[in-house]
């Protein structure tokens, strides 16, 4: 959340505007049209009052020709306000809404650990459509009401400036009474927002977790977690509603009694002996006709505060600095040689080493498998080379090259990684295989699928390659989507090759299938296999095995077992396991 004033956060704001100055401009002249013929009213009133006491030939042609002039006016510059507003906030929305998002995407791995999706996700929506409120509505009425006011403020002068400086003595007292109501709006709707990002964060964990929900009878429980936070969003939003609903009143009753102290005043004999009853009717008329453009902008208050504190939130999240990416080295394909170097790494500086003195080195073309009991930092370790993190101290290479020399796009596509929480888009199964690519060729699609072992099952799906997977791939099974996976990284054909689990979801015989589908894919890249089954990885040219962040072994599957360490011990245990007697 960033700190700065209302004022300087709504310039910031304001600052989307400028592109679309030419609309902004037409929508003021709108505004101004509107102000004007409204204004003429006060000005018809007087015409028509001593119109009545001295008619002459031209009245009764000249008044209702003023009429159908001032309504039309009116009408096109309501038209031309409303329009041409409500096009440059839309673009306004548009913008916001796309930097929030392609900022999301650029920032690093630390800042996607600490905040939730569903609050995040609340950014990019609700609080853009709060930002909008104030952007469309709020400017709308600013500019349309506020021209009135300043309209009728110079008729009233014109007509009479004693009576008009008696009328603004309330002024001072409006001004005290929006600048409470502006702070507590803003206040309150900091906690909306926040509150908002706690529904959409809790629905979102239990409508896509919806299985596991039932299979532990947690429907009650989830049923509870929801009303409390919508009740707390409820109760902030009341709060809201309390401070605009007295604040409106109060200022209402300020203006109503300082129009009754002109009323009162404006009727002494002294001052309506100076006036035409025309100019006495049109004076009480514009001040009368200010009572409604002055409520309108009071209300408007709550929506500028709330796309305040909206803006506040999303200016706040664009100040975050995105992963580092000032590399300057680049290669059209890499050989694949990776040195670790006394390699250690903390998520967080109180928080302890998830991998300590880690010197490792992989030759191009080399299939590496790690392995180890859970917790022993193997899926962080493979995550620190497509620089998802940055390691604490020591240095990663990469043939040769230090890895933070390299930038980061050309980096990852030299990587490809397929790990044990297959992510599949709502997209056709050729979309997901060739998920990031530009016009790819159906061929090499099928071709990766059929490496994969894929292209059987996708041929009996209803549509083929067209047929859509579903949220997350949920039309397809576990095995089905890991080999949806697999065939994304064949299709990728990069040089550097990470399976994370990649066999986990498959049964026996897929697995034998895929065993064999790795083994090809496999030929001339760097591989690293992480892989809780040791089977899998038997045919290895190297295991590598960690325990607590550390590097505690490492050699062929034949070395391994014949050294009768921490490897050994581990497949003892597996093998163990499966021949252990129903």
Known sequence: MTHESGWTLYKRLLGYVKPHWRAFALATLGYVIYAAS?????????????????????????????????????????????????????????????????????????????????????RVTYHVEQVAGAATKAITILLREGLFVIGLLAYLLWTNWLLT?????????????VSYASKRFRRISRRIQHTMGDVTHVASEALSGYRVVRTHGAEEYEK??????????????MKEAVTKATSTPVIQLLVALSL??????????????????????????????????????????????????????????????????????????????????ELGFRYAEEQPEVLQGINLEVEPGEMVAIVGRSGSGKST???????????????????????ERYRLGPLRRQIALVSQQVTLFNATVAENIAYGASNPDPAAIEAA???????????????????????????????????LAIARAIFKDAPVLILDEATSALDTESERYIQKA???????????????????????????????????????????????????ALHKLQFQDAHEPE
């Open 518 to 568: 790795l083994e090809a894919v496999c030929q001339g890249r760097t591989t690293l296999v992480i892989a809780h089954r040791l089977s899998t990885i038997e045919r290895a040219d190297r295991i590598v095995v960690m325990d607590q962040g550390r590097l505690v072994e490492q050699g062929t599957h034949a070395q391994l077992l014949a050294r009768d360490g921490a490897y050994a």
């Open 165 to 177: 400086l008696l009328f603004l003595a309330v002024t001072p007292l409006i001004a005290g009474v």
């Open 38 to 122: 409204s204004t003429a009213l006060a000005e018809m009133m007087k015409r028509l009052i001593d119109g009545i006491q001295n008619p002459d030939a031209g009245f009764r042609l000249f008044l209702p020709l003023f009429v159908v002039i001032m309504f039309a006016a009116r009408g096109l510059g309501t038209f031309l306000g409303t329009y041409f507003m409500t096009s440059v906030a839309r673009h306004v929305i548009h913008a916001l809404r796309c930097n929030v998002f392609n900022h999301l995407l650029h920032l690093p791995g630390e800042f996607f650990d600490h905040h939730s999706s569903g609050h995040l996700v609340s």
């Open 260 to 341: 009754a102290l002109l009323v009162w005043v404006a009727m002494a004999p002294s001052l309506i002996a100076e006036m035409t009853p025309g100019e006495f009717v049109a004076f009480i008329t514009a001040a009368a006709l200010m009572a409604k453009p002055v409520r309108q902008l009071t209300e408007i208050n709550s929506e500028i505060q709330k796309g305040i504190a909206a803006a506040g939130e999303l200016f706040g999240l664009l100040e975050v600095p995105a992963e580092r990416d000032d590399g300057d080295h680049e290669v059209s394909r890499l050989r694949g040689k990776i040195v670790l170097s």
């Open 381 to 403: 370790l493979v995550s620190l080379l497509p620089r998802f993190y940055h390691p604490s101290h020591g240095k990663i290479y990469l043939d040769d090259v230090p890895l």
């Open 224 to 237: 509870q977690r929801f009303a409390r936070v919508s009740e707390e969003n409820r109760r902030q939003s």
């Open 449 to 483: 699928a059929r490496a994969a072992y894929a292209h059987e099952f996708i041929e009996q799906l209803p549509q083929g390659y067209a047929t859509p997977v579903g949220e997350n791939g949920v039309m397809l099974s576990g095995g089905q989507r890991q080999r």
